[in-house]
């Protein structure tokens, strides 16, 4: 009898079982159920009040030129976390973006002692501001215009001793639609229904003249929506920096323009006409419903505790398109209260949730927010807020603020 070779044998008998109709044959070895698709990345979201400002124009540049120790424990924090997305509140802008580039290139792209591998953001977004750009009014009613020092400041449409300071930065690894991005800088305060216009409490007249009422601006800095293309999809970042409730008079005009701020997303994100809602391109409305958004920004207002109308910040997160999620928290954040006293003692929100530490006059606060949309998942979230001790704790002392993160998901 004839012996077939090994190949030729194996040929044979599948013909017989193909004809037999007895034999499945997987293709390329496919198995019966499809493997699982991998999973997406979380998408880690933050937003740093990294107080990088100078009183000076072109100060931030001139110092991040010579080398910065603060700039570079920013940037430290920055490589430790590593967020996709991640707002710089308090960065000075420029027209040219010098200080970003400097930043960038010398800074957040090179390994800093403290904290991690090089991090580099091809995307960006920067834009004017409306601190320390003159009014040309007396908003403090000082009886003068301008002049020097706080009194120049406080005639800004934002206090600030020059244009851009305290400015904004939007820094992402996913590409930015700069072209569909909307700014509020030049809004007017007296444009929304309602507004809390200040009032002096000895006369019962308005603070504020009517000529310059219809002036004023109502974002101390600017209000962005600025849609990034993610691998979540289009995220909008609300991005802002509402002036701090202080720094007035018994008028509270700080305080209620801090309100009226935070009270802009509010009505960004519901779904009634809006024909006052105009951008600075001319755009009315607001944020359509189904888009998915992340609020980023040093609000300035604790849900509980500090100076400040609390109900604004309070409706801001019980918005119905903002998710209902756990707050972020950090140890270090306990033990500092403990450690700071004063103040402390007598506030009643959660120490966890402080994100500022302020001395013990004031105390620390919840400040600083990462705030989600429905349609998001929460993995995880925190406050870069380290224990005494920890070899990063160090890292802190570049400003009073801390990062906040948010791991999100579909």
């Given at each position: 009898m004839t012996r077939l070779r090994r190949p030729a044998a194996c040929l044979a008998l599948l013909a017989c079982a193909l004809a037999a109709g007895c034999v499945r044959v997987n293709v390329h070895d496919r198995p019966d159920t499809p493997s699982p698709m991998p999973e997406t990345a979380p998408l880690r979201v933050a937003t740093y009040n990294v107080s990088l400002y100078d009183e000076d124009s072109?100060?931030?540049?001139?110092?991040?030129?010579?080398?910065?120790?603060?700039?570079?424990?920013?940037?430290?924090?920055?490589?430790?976390?590593r967020p996709d997305i991640v707002l710089l509140n308090e960065f000075d802008h420029d027209a040219d973006g010098r200080a970003a580039d400097l930043f960038q290139r010398d800074y957040l792209e090179r390994p800093q002692p403290g904290g991690g591998d090089a991090l580099h953001y091809p995307y960006r977004y920067l834009a004017p501001?409306?601190?320390?750009?003159?009014?040309?009014?007396?908003?403090?009613?000082s009886g003068s215009i301008g002049g020097a020092g706080r009194e120049r400041g406080n005639d800004a449409w934002g206090y600030g001793l020059h244009p851009g300071q305290y400015g904004m930065l939007l820094l992402s690894k996913h590409?930015?639609?700069?072209?569909?991005?909307?700014?509020?800088?030049?809004?007017?305060?007296?444009?929304?229904?309602?507004?809390?216009?200040?009032?002096?409490?000895?006369?019962?007249?308005?603070f504020h003249s009517d000529e310059v009422w219809r002036q004023l601006r109502l974002s101390s800095?600017?209000?962005?929506?600025?849609?990034?293309?993610?691998?979540?999809?289009?995220?909008?970042?609300?991005?802002?920096?509402?002036?701090p409730p202080t720094f007035d008079g018994p008028e509270n005009r700080n305080g209620l323009r801090n309100h009226d701020e935070i009270r802009l997303w509010r009505e960004y994100l519901s779904p009634d006409d809006k024909p006052w809602l105009c951008d600075d391109a001319?755009?009315?409305?607001?944020?359509?419903?189904g888009e998915r958004f992340v609020i980023l920004g040093d609000l300035n207002n604790d849900p509980v505790d500090g100076a400040g109308e609390h109900a604004a910040i309070i409706e801001l997160l019980e918005h119905p398109r903002v998710l209902r999620h756990a707050t972020p928290r950090s140890e270090g954040a306990v033990l500092a209260a403990a450690a700071d006293g004063g103040e402390n003692?007598?506030?009643?929100?959660?120490?966890?949730?402080?994100?500022?530490?302020?001395?013990?006059?004031?105390?620390?606060?919840?400040?600083?927010?990462?705030?989600?949309?429905?349609?998001?998942?929460?993995?995880?979230?925190?406050?870069?807020?380290?224990?005494?001790?920890?070899?990063?704790?160090?890292l802190t002392a570049a400003s009073d603020h801390h990062l906040v993160w948010v791991d999100l998901a579909p």
């Open positions: 072109g100060g931030l540049v001139r110092r991040l030129e010579l080398g910065n120790a603060q700039a570079r424990r920013i940037a430290a924090v920055l490589q430790k976390v501001v409306n601190t320390g750009v003159q009014s040309g009014l007396d908003l403090d009613n590409p930015i639609d700069a072209a569909h991005a909307r700014t509020f800088q030049l809004l007017k305060w007296s444009a929304m229904p309602g507004a809390r216009r200040p009032v002096d409490p000895a006369t019962g007249q308005p800095k600017s209000h962005w929506d600025v849609p990034v293309d993610t691998p979540l999809g289009t995220v909008h970042v609300l991005a802002s920096h509402p002036t001319g755009a009315c409305g607001g944020l359509a419903e003692a007598a506030h009643r929100g959660s120490h966890a949730h402080d994100t500022g530490r302020f001395g013990p006059r004031v105390g620390n606060l919840r400040l600083d927010y990462a705030l989600p949309s429905v349609g998001f998942s929460l993995r995880g979230s925190g406050v870069f807020w380290p224990k005494p001790g920890d070899p990063d704790a160090e």
